[in-house]
């Protein structure tokens, strides 16, 4: 089969590209704005990319067109479409469907899906889990948005079929169950300009995780209520023989539970769950129904991140995989591409300033990114050590300002924060005043890397964050600062 894929460098496309690749299909795909990491994943695949959506990619007549959710029907101000080739494959009658139902169907049949959702941590919970599962000998496939450093791809099909393993290796699979496994980051936002279900409920999860849930998506959801009516759609679907996975501490997940629940639940993060944690977030037991049961102790920093392993471990239970040897398996987790990872260091009066790159885009997970370094820095106990937060509101909610009041909130732990404020309706600069000098705001990249560059000192942590690719900023800094 030939599809073509529109929207292929977003992360979800283009994992779901590697995922059709794999599986003997052609594959060819088009997007505008190209960059790291899917990008490079992409070519490593030698898949064809054409840039833009020229309506001449008709000519291609594939067998399906697989449409991603960057596509509309919108218009330039011109009058002209924004997506010429949609409107030339509904004019011809051409074959499309989203990429959420092209997975569910040409993928995830016949296959148990462990599905993790939430506003925050999905990837790297994802890839947990994916980790814990492959270290059980279960072998199982993936789609995850970014790229878990311990596999090197953000996609795989995975075994077929439950591997043989030895007796003593072999995990206690619950009901009976003897499907080969699936784990996919099962996203709230719409699955296409036709079909505006959440992705997640095209997945037929067995296992899910509702990890942490906030409003987000201010472009397509009207409040938090609508984005909890969009969760309970996934518990739907959740068989009874399945599993939900839930965040005790979330007030708003306890309300999707509360409009009705077919499956067993697990809870996590709470005093009182079924699963909790005791000790500092990168050493610590795993208390399963009060009883001690694994111990982590692992490279990852944060409450959050203390969390999440405890939703992957609760997950893979369920698909036979003991707590003691999930355990065992994060100990060997690397995270995931982008997330506090570092992209470079630079050698300034015989100390280093470090740079890291990480997705944080909602002033939830921008808080979170910078409180979990602040504590690494403090436990360190060497010379105090400055934190530059540096950022850009790109997200559709940021955008739009839904959530601009809570900036300086969630730079609180930062010594210093850099707002690139290119292409916002609302004054960067108004709403950091609070912070007074520890802010600062640049209209441009350039603008943005000499303020940076001029104020680094030695022995600073400087954390990029952006859900984009930030203008190439991390690679400018480094060598802005190298040249100083």
């Not at 919108?74 to 990429?99: H, N, V």
């Not at 925050?120 to 993936?142: E, R, S, V, Y």
């Not at 309970?232 to 009705?260: I, M, W, Y």
């Not at 609302?426 to 609070?434: F, N």
């Amino acid at each position: 089969m030939h599809i073509h894929i529109l929207g292929i460098c977003g992360t979800f496309m283009g994992g779901l590209a590697a995922l059709a690749r794999e599986a003997g299909h052609r594959v060819t795909g088009c997007d505008a704005g190209v960059y790291p990491p899917m990008s490079d994943q992409l070519r490593a695949l030698n898949i064809d990319l054409i840039e833009g959506f020229g309506a001449d990619q008709l000519a291609l007549a594939p067998d399906m067109f697989v449409v991603g959710n960057v596509v509309s029907r919108a218009g330039r101000p011109d009058g002209t479409p924004k997506f010429p080739l949609m409107e030339a494959i509904l004019d011809a009658g051409a074959p499309y469907t989203s990429g959420p139902q092209w997975l569910a169907e040409q993928v995830l049949q016949g296959r148990h899906v462990l599905a993790v959702a939430g506003t925050h941590g999905k990837t790297t919970t994802t890839a947990m889990l994916a980790w814990i599962l492959d270290c059980a000998g279960l072998q199982p496939g993936f789609l995850i948005g970014g790229v878990p450093m311990n596999f090197g791809v953000s996609a795989r099909l995975g075994a077929n079929k439950i591997p043989a393993l030895a007796t003593s290796q072999k995990p206690q699979r619950h009901h009976g169950a003897d499907l080969p496994v699936f784990v996919i980051e099962a996203d709230e936002y719409d699955t296409a300009f036709f079909d505006k279900r959440s992705k997640f409920v095209h997945y037929r999860a067995r296992t899910a995780i509702l990890n942490n849930l906030e409003f987000d998506h201010a472009d397509i959801f009207e409040d938090l209520a609508a984005i909890e009516r969009q969760f309970h759609h996934l518990v739907r679907t959740v068989p009874s023989s399945g599993r939900v996975v839930v965040n005790g501490l979330e007030d708003a997940l306890e309300r999707v539970l509360h409009q009705g629940l077919w499956s067993e639940v697990r809870s996590f993060g709470a005093a009182v769950s079924d699963y909790t944690a005791q000790g500092e977030p990168h050493a610590f037991d795993v208390r399963q129904r009060g009883q001690t049961v694994a111990r982590v102790e692992w490279a990852l920093s944060g409450v959050h991140n203390q969390l999440n392993a405890l939703a992957a471990i609760a997950a893979a239970e369920h698909v036979g995989v003991s707590p003691a040897m999930a355990a065992q398996a994060l100990a060997s987790f690397e995270n995931v591409r982008r997330r506090m990872e570092l992209r470079g260091t630079v050698t300034r009066d015989t100390a280093t300033i470090a740079m890291y790159d990480d997705f944080a885009h909602h002033p939830t997970a921008i808080r979170t990114t910078l409180d979990g370094l602040r504590r690494r820095l403090d436990q360190a106990r060497g010379a105090p050590s400055r934190i530059l937060a540096v950022f850009e509101p790109r997200s559709n909610t940021m955008k739009l300002g839904k959530m601009k009041a809570q900036l300086p909130w969630s730079l609180e732990a930062a010594d210093l924060a850099f707002c690139h404020s290119g292409g916002l309706d609302w004054d960067a600069g108004d709403v950091l005043a609070s912070m007074g000098e520890r802010a600062r705001v640049a209209h441009s990249i350039d603008d943005l890397v000499a303020q940076v560059a001029k104020v680094a000192q030695a022995g600073d942590h400087i954390v990029c964050m952006s859900n984009g690719g930030f203008g190439g900023v991390h690679a400018k800094l480094l060598s802005a600062m190298a040249a100083l």
